[in-house]
């Protein structure tokens, strides 16, 4: 390496020879230097490797399992469920890594459940967090108006699910942008909308009933909308889910799941809810954000390959 890479790499040495490793690389440090530093010693790594050894760590290394799910009925199902969505959705075709920190800084995911590379990026994990920075992004741009993302993604996380190659799955993610109207109009407006949207592409392939369990995470929020809801969604059963655990402090005001019954039980394929990272990037306390996402994987493995 030459140049500036030379002379970021000796700074990084240089600093870890004055202070605590982990605090100087993790705090003093520059960021272009240290993407130097790991660079090279990822180059340097990958230098010692024999084909045997790579081919060992495919063998090994769950993260770079193949997915167990029929590719030909992945693929079947994605098009199926994206034609189902009406086009007022924008749908992206996002990078298949995002800016460090995109899903620990922007929601409360922790950094070890992601995959972070050297070069100051994180591979996807989810793709509403790529989508309400895309939505950020065109709020500092000048856009106005209520925005509606989608977006397909394979999305890789760290933390064990059991099942071999169970670390990364497809998803499709939704989100509705816009900005407070009083009385709770846009919350209103956006989740009978995006529920709806996830009823439908879920009905685009399984004829087996749905259901979507809503939990309200702010006093007398449910009571005033789970009926409205109910009326406006007549292909899905929704019920208030009080008792619910996951995602209290991940989503704020009110969260959803979207089930499928089956012979065998209900089978979780969608989740969602109002977040307040929109108002957090944007820094407007009005700017309101709903998401919402769809296992794909979870629906080819409930009902196969789509003919």
């Not at 392939?205 to 406006?232: C, F, K, P, Q, W």
Request: aromatic share 4%; hydrophobic share 45%.
């Amino acid at each position: 390496m030459t140049g500036d890479a030379d002379a970021g790499i000796r700074r990084v040495l240089a600093a870890l020879t004055t202070a605590d490793a982990l605090d100087a690389l993790g705090t003093y440090v520059s960021g272009a230097d240290l993407t130097s530093f790991l660079l090279e010693v990822t180059r340097r790594r990958a230098a010692a490797l024999s084909p045997a050894d790579v081919l060992r760590r495919a063998r090994t290394d769950r993260f770079v399992e193949p997915g167990t799910v029929d590719a030909r009925g992945l693929h079947r199902v994605i098009a199926t469920v994206v034609d189902s969505i009406p086009a007022g959705f924008e749908f992206v075709e996002p990078a298949p890594v995002a800016p460090l920190g995109t899903h620990s800084v922007i929601a409360t995911v922790h950094q070890h459940k992601v995959v972070s590379t050297v070069r100051g990026t994180e591979v996807a994990a989810d793709p509403t967090n790529t989508l309400a920075l895309l939505a950020a992004l065109r709020r500092a741009s000048g856009s106005q108006g209520t925005l509606r993302l989608g977006a397909v993604q394979r999305v890789l996380r760290a933390q064990p699910f059991g099942d071999i190659g169970q670390a990364h799955f497809t998803v499709v993610g939704l989100v509705i942008a816009g900005r407070d109207g009083g009385n709770l109009s846009f919350e209103r407006t956006a989740l009978i909308e995006q529920v709806g949207v996830m009823v439908e592409a879920v009905r685009s392939v399984t004829d087996s009933g749905i259901s979507v369990r809503v939990t309200n995470l702010r006093d007398e929020y449910t009571d005033a909308i789970i009926g409205e809801l109910a009326h406006a969604i007549p292909h899905a059963t929704v019920t208030a889910d009080p008792d619910r655990e996951a995602g209290r402090g991940y989503y704020c005001d009110l969260c959803f799941k979207v089930i499928v019954r089956t012979l065998t039980g209900d089978v979780e394929v969608g989740d969602g809810g109002f977040t307040d990272w929109m108002g957090t990037l944007t820094g407007n306390r009005k700017e309101r954000l709903l998401i919402g996402g769809l296992g794909l994987d979870r629906l080819v493995s409930l009902v196969g390959s789509v003919s």
